[in-house]
């Protein structure tokens, strides 16, 4: 039995008065994603229990059956594993976003919280020139990560520093910050960081370009997501199934590394609408050889959420159906072995919030079995799942539904 789970982070959304008060998924094209929910198991799946907030961290984290109440720690520990930072147990780990702030006379604005989508290449060197000039005082240090997603590290930090409060940049586009900074047991710190790394980059030969080129500059980091290294079992040890993630983002990186995944770097792989979505279904089918499993992950709906753009998360969904899904299940379908597949989003990025919900997310499951059936389709969207009238809370109950093809 070979087992894939395709993820299309943040397509779920709200109603959209331009789509005739339709959620996108509603509206879009998705045939595949259809053949599943008619073959198979669809209903909700409530991805992020109560008290959590509705991060990709604790949504993807129950999507693979780690459940947050015993393995959530926070976001940049796992992170820190993608981008190969070996952690201590007294180590604090922060993502650290490159955002673009403006000052618009009353308050300051958190104008992008991807700093103009910067490319790896400029942040790359942004973030190391930084790192040269005040890493290793306190213990500090920053790593580059991909596009505006960094890593910065507090080596043997305060007791209670991981306690931090600090608001996820893209929960506050097109906002005042105020309200919103660190606040907390190395809140201090942070502030100190944060106000260097303005002086710093406002003189940078990177930003300088940039803004000659009419985008936008990283003019300041962004520090949240704080925690301590997890602890966590792997896939293997729990179902005894070798596997592989594929993702352009750290955080599913690191997730997979945490669960004993391979995790397998497709070239051309941007976490976004333009991402080598060929190379990463190539890519699974070859790991699918001598491995039992892969998760196939998709930034680009979540990506055009957070950026309000309806027409990207439109175009975004019917490519994730078109690009992934559909021939993922003509490629398993030509192997002649049996197989079971998974179709879901973590959590609800609605365009016109530019954040996450915690609503449950439409899934649906089905094997090779059960889609030869050619049964009538089902359209896969939030109404069409909450009709089953299925919803599940509990990610023992999900994952093994999933492995055992329930």
Not at 74 to 82: C, D
Not at 146 to 174: N, Q
Request: proline share 6%.
């Amino acid at each position: 039995m070979k087992y894939v789970i395709l993820i299309g982070d943040g397509m779920s959304d709200e109603p959209v008065e331009r789509l005739g008060n339709k959620t996108p998924l509603e509206a879009a094209k998705t045939p595949a994603m259809d053949s599943i929910a008619g073959a198979g198991r669809y209903g909700l799946y409530a991805t992020v229990p109560e008290g959590y907030p509705p991060g990709s961290d604790v949504a993807n984290l129950s999507i693979l059956g780690f459940s947050p109440a015993r393995y959530y720690t926070g976001r940049a520990p796992l992170e820190a594993a993608s981008i190969g930072v070996e952690l201590s147990s007294t180590d604090v780990a922060y993502r650290c976003n490159l955002v673009t702030l403006v000052d618009d006379g009353e308050t300051t604005i958190m104008d992008d919280y991807s700093a103009g989508h910067i490319t790896t290449e400029e942040a790359g060197e942004l973030v190391h020139d930084f790192d040269k000039k005040i890493g290793g005082a306190d213990g500090i240090r920053f790593y580059p990560g991909t596009s505006y997603r960094h890593l910065m590290v507090w080596e043997g930090a305060p007791a209670g520093v991981s306690t931090v409060k600090a608001t996820p940049p893209h929960d506050i586009s097109d906002r005042s910050i105020e309200g919103h900074l660190p606040v907390g047991p190395g809140a201090v710190k942070m502030a100190e960081l944060t106000a260097l790394s303005q002086d710093f980059f406002s003189a940078h030969p990177v930003n300088k370009r940039r803004i000659a080129d009419g985008k936008k500059p990283a003019t300041s980091i962004w520090l949240w997501g704080q925690g301590l290294r997890p602890q966590m079992t792997t896939i293997k040890e729990r179902f005894g199934v070798d596997g592989s993630m594929i993702s352009a983002v750290d955080l599913m990186k690191g997730i997979g590394i945490y669960a004993g995944l391979e995790v397998i770097n497709v070239p051309g792989a941007t976490g976004y609408i333009d991402t080598n979505y060929d190379g990463k279904v190539g890519y699974a089918m070859k790991s699918l050889v001598d491995k039992d499993f892969v998760c196939i992950h998709v930034e680009a709906p979540d990506e055009a959420g957070h950026q309000g753009s309806l027409e990207d998360k439109m175009t975004a969904i019917e490519d994730f159906d078109s690009k992934i899904v559909a021939p993922v299940l003509l490629s398993l379908r030509a192997t002649g072995e049996e197989f079971t597949v998974l179709v879901l989003n973590d959590h609800p990025t609605p365009v016109e919030l530019k954040t996450h919900t915690s609503d449950p997310v439409p899934f649906a499951l089905c094997t090779g079995v059960q889609l030869a059936a050619d049964l009538e389709p089902k359209k896969f969207s939030e109404s069409g799942a909450k009709a089953t009238g299925l919803l599940i809370d509990d990610t023992d109950q999900f994952i093994e539904g999933f492995f055992k093809g329930a």
